[in-house]
């Protein structure tokens, strides 16, 4: 697609992660420079870093829970470019074990919101100061169907998500037009979202080798498969285009093949 995203410098956090990277390698083959963060796995972004010859990229650590090294990263990001045009928030952290909530300790339910919610919060609080210098901007919140259709076991990742998704998607799309408007050649600033279903990534991928398991979490999608990195990328690349989507903002994109809350398939 043309997307006009070339020479744009797009942050994409977690993108050590099969969602993250994938969306580097398509923001890349539109042209745009990528900053590519990671927390601890230095070694994917690197192996990441060295397929994407063709535009100017950066690798940067950090803790996004913590306030300073948020700071940080930004500061670093326009210490190279000077600017950012587009922020993926899409780090975070997921409890593999299922855990009720009768059960779950205080110290996970923290946990998870500082390395979803939180982590968001301090992203987008230094991108959004960004943009009222700029004037222009726009970002892509990564959120999951587990904000939209709740996930037993995961009462915190679900609340987290949820946030994103609905209260701060659609508080901050007003937020940001009144600190990027919109003008005669420009289409203004914009926040939106997108919610993975179940998606093949190295976390999951043991799991879904279990026909019982896919049959299960495929009983509830239209579209009786898993869903690919590629396909929220390449909706990444879609949202964060003003010229494609110059007109979208406050969306939350549900990408899940179709997912409902009830059994489709007996």
Not at 11 to 16: D, H, L, R
Not at 80 to 101: H, M
Not at 152 to 172: C, E, I, N, Q, V
Request: charged share 20%; net charge positive; glycine share 8%.
């Amino acid at each position: 697609m043309n997307a006009a995203l070339n020479g744009k410098i797009v942050i994409v956090t977690g993108a050590s992660g099969a969602i993250g990277s994938s969306t580097a390698r398509r923001f890349a083959d539109e042209g745009a420079n990528v900053v590519l963060h990671y927390h601890r796995n230095r070694q994917t972004v690197e192996s990441l870093r060295s397929e994407l010859k063709s535009v100017e990229t950066a690798i940067i650590r950090a803790d996004l829970a913590k306030e300073t090294e948020t700071r940080r990263l930004f500061a670093q990001v326009l210490k190279q470019f000077g600017r950012v045009d587009t922020l993926i928030a899409n780090a975070g952290t997921w409890e593999t074990s299922d855990v009720p909530l009768h059960k779950m300790s205080l110290r996970q339910w923290r946990h998870t919101l500082d390395n979803v919610l939180t982590n968001t919060f301090l992203c987008m609080r230094e991108f959004m100061q960004i943009v009222a210098r700029q004037k222009r901007g726009n970002a892509l919140l990564i959120a999951s169907t587990a904000g939209v259709f709740g996930e037993p076991g995961h009462a915190d990742y679900a609340a987290a998500k949820s946030a994103m998704a609905f209260g701060l998607t659609r508080s901050l799309k007003n937020e940001i037009a009144r600190l990027a408007p919109s003008a005669r050649n420009y289409c203004g600033g914009r926040v939106n979202c997108i919610c993975p279903g179940w998606t093949v990534a190295p976390r999951n991928a043991e799991k879904l080798k279990d026909s019982a398991v896919l049959k299960r979490v495929t009983a509830t999608m239209a579209l009786r498969k898993v869903g690919q990195p590629d396909d929220i990328a390449h909706a990444a690349v879609f949202l964060s285009s003003d010229k494609l989507a110059g007109h979208i903002t406050g969306q939350t994109l549900i990408i899940a093949g179709g997912m409902e809350g009830r059994l489709l398939w007996p």
